[in-house]
C-alpha cells in the first residue's frame, strides 16, 4: 500500500517570501510517479507537475521548484517570490503502475494550506 | 476540448434518496476514478474502472456504486444518500495505452449536501 504524508497542515507568510511545502511518501514499488497538485479556492485541481521514480533531477519553472529525493523518500515543492494568488492548497500525490499499464489510483496526502498574506 | 466534465455541479439531497453523478471525459482515456473530498483528509479514492465494462473498488466505496457502459463515461450511484456522504465528488481520467503515464485530469467537483 502507498502513503502520503504531508505534515503541514497551514503555511502563512508575508508575500515575497520563500516558502516550502514537504511531501514524504511510502511504496514498496520501484516504479511509481509523484505529482504536485494546486486546489486554489475556486475548488478545481490544477496540475503543476509529475515525476517518475527514475528521474531524481530538480525540477525549476519560474518561482517553482522542485526537489526530490529518493534517499530520503521526499518531494518537496519551494515557491520563490510568493505571491498571493500563490494562495491555495496544495497536494502531493503517489501513484504506481499497475499491469495495464496505467494507475489504478492517485493516493494523495492530506494537503497543505498554504496562505500569502499581502 | 472540455476534458472531464462532471454534472451536475451542485446538488442537496434528503437522507435515504438516491441519485447519480455523471462524469463524461473525451480525452480517449483507460482509466476513470471517482474521489471524495473532505476537510482535512485529501482526496480519498471511491471506485475506479481500467476500461468500458470494469470497476474496481478504491478506498471507500461503501454506500456507493458504479457502472462503465461507456468508455467515455463514469457513473457514480448513491442508493440510499446518508448525512456522512456529504462531500465534494471528483471524477478523473488516465491513461492512453502507449503513452506514458501522464497523471490524472480532474472534473471540476460535485458539491453534495444530504440532509
Known amino acids: 500500500a502507498q502513503k502520503v504524508t504531508q505534515a503541514q497542515t497551514e503555511i502563512s507568510v508575508v508575500e515575497k517570501e520563500d516558502v516550502t511545502l514537504d511531501c514524504v511518501y511510502e511504496?514498496?514499488?520501484?516504479?511509481?510517479?509523484l505529482f504536485w497538485y494546486k486546489q486554489p479556492p475556486s475548488g478545481e485541481l490544477v496540475f503543476l507537475i509529475r515525476?517518475?521514480?527514475?528521474?531524481?533531477q530538480n525540477e525549476i519553472s519560474g518561482r517553482y521548484s522542485w526537489n526530490f529525493q529518493k534517499s530520503t523518500s521526499s518531494f518537496n515543492f519551494t515557491i520563490t517570490a510568493s505571491q498571493v494568488v500563490d494562495s491555495a492548497v496544495y497536494f502531493c500525490?503517489?501513484?504506481?503502475?499497475?499491469?495495464?499499464?496505467?494507475?489504478?489510483?492517485?493516493?494523495f496526502g492530506k494537503g497543505t494550506h498554504l496562505i500569502i498574506q499581502p | 476540448n472540455a476534458g472531464v466534465t462532471q454534472t451536475p455541479k451542485f446538488r442537496v439531497l434528503k437522507t435515504g434518496q438516491s441519485m447519480t453523478l455523471l462524469c463524461a471525459q473525451d480525452?480517449?482515456?483507460?482509466?476513470m476514478y471517482w474521489y471524495r473530498q473532505d476537510p482535512g483528509m485529501g482526496l480519498r479514492l471511491i471506485h475506479y474502472?481500467?476500461?468500458?465494462?470494469?470497476?474496481a473498488k478504491g478506498e471507500v466505496p461503501d454506500g456507493y456504486n458504479v457502472s462503465r457502459l461507456k468508455k467515455q463515461n463514469f457513473l457514480l450511484g448513491l442508493e440510499s444518500a446518508a448525512p456522512s456522504q456529504t462531500s465534494v465528488y471528483f471524477c478523473?481520467?488516465?491513461?492512453?495505452?502507449?503513452?506514458?503515464?501522464?497523471?490524472?485530469?480532474f472534473g471540476q467537483g460535485t458539491r453534495l449536501t444530504v440532509v
Open positions: 478523473a481520467s488516465s491513461y492512453t495505452p502507449g503513452q506514458k503515464l501522464l497523471g490524472a485530469f
Open positions: 474502472s481500467v476500461g468500458e465494462g470494469t470497476t
Open positions: 500525490a503517489l501513484s504506481v503502475e499497475d499491469s495495464g499499464g496505467g494507475a489504478d489510483g492517485l493516493t
Open positions: 511504496t514498496r514499488d520501484t516504479t511509481y510517479y
Open positions: 480525452m480517449n482515456h483507460e482509466y
Open positions: 515525476r517518475n521514480s527514475f528521474d531524481e
